[in-house]
């Protein structure tokens, strides 16, 4: 019978000496994190090493984790973390989506259509262009504000959350979605609206 | 509540993260106003567009390739630790205490010789003292005899 561990079970099984359980946290959170590292970075092969540093760091300081918030807001704060430091250490500013990636997007580009519209060739070059300017709208906000936004919106963290994660109030998360948000919809005004369905 | 308000926390309201007075206060609010509904509608589609932007994911055998990094590191943690490598890391540290017990040694030193010296003094001191200390007392006798003799 395959057993299926909660994560402060597991936690509990490595701190106690059992090396196993933290390939199945690995396996369990490694595109999560792969993900959120992807949406900031940009880059595949930053998004592969830093993701690796992330588990690292899990392996050698997971005896640490007091466990007073949940594994993966830990996990997510290492995540951001890294990431943030290896922006400094680039002191430039990439691009989130490169190219390619866009192009891949592109073929994936059905599943971005709107509820409410009919498929259709036309429609799908539109939402193409449309995921486009959206990754560039999210590519161009500032650091922290893409990160929160990313974190929130790619994997559901509520503000609680959240504020464990970047260490700050409920207040301070709700501002900078804010802000992210709006950044965002001032950028997309002129693709969205009327023409795609509101 | 005016427009500002509202839209100050519209993002809040869409995330269902305004407490039950707001959230109500928005609503009669989103009721009259075209503008700020439309705004909420705005933001609700770029949410959705956001959230249908497809996940990446790792390529195969992120584990094994994480496992072998792992090994590496704690390869060269062993190093580190008997090997060359961690002698040179520990090299400040060995400096630094090379140094307390170089000036303690030197400070100990200092105190036992200048306390033994100090002996030394002491002794002479005494001895110069008696010496000194008898020649004026002959030297009073000799001075003071002629002065009585006189009076006598």
Known sequence: MHLIY????????????DKDSFRILVERYKSRVYNIIYGIMGNRDEAEDLSQEV????YRFLHRFKEKSKFYTWLYRIAVNICLSARKKKNKSGSIFSLTELSEVNNTSGKMELADQSFSSQKMLENMELACKIKSAINSLSEVLKTTFILREFEDLSYQELAKVFQCSRGTIKSRLSRAREELRQKLKPYIGEKNGL | MDCKKVRKKLSSY????????????????????????????????IQSLVQKIPSQKPEPGFYERLSSRLSEKEMSLKERLFGWGYSWRLFPRIAIAASIVLILSVSLLYIWRSSSISGVNIEVFQKEYIYYSNEMSSFAEESVLPVLLEIK
């Open chain 1, 6 to 17: 909660s994560d402060e079970q597991l936690v509990e099984k490595f701190k106690a000496g």
């Open chain 2, 14 to 45: 869409l995330d269902n993260e305004v407490n039950l007075d707001q959230k109500s206060k928005i609503k009669e609010h989103l009721k009259k106003c075209k503008a700020c509904s439309y705004q909420l509608k705005q933001l609700r589609q």
């Open chain 1, 55 to 58: 588990f690292l760091n899990v």
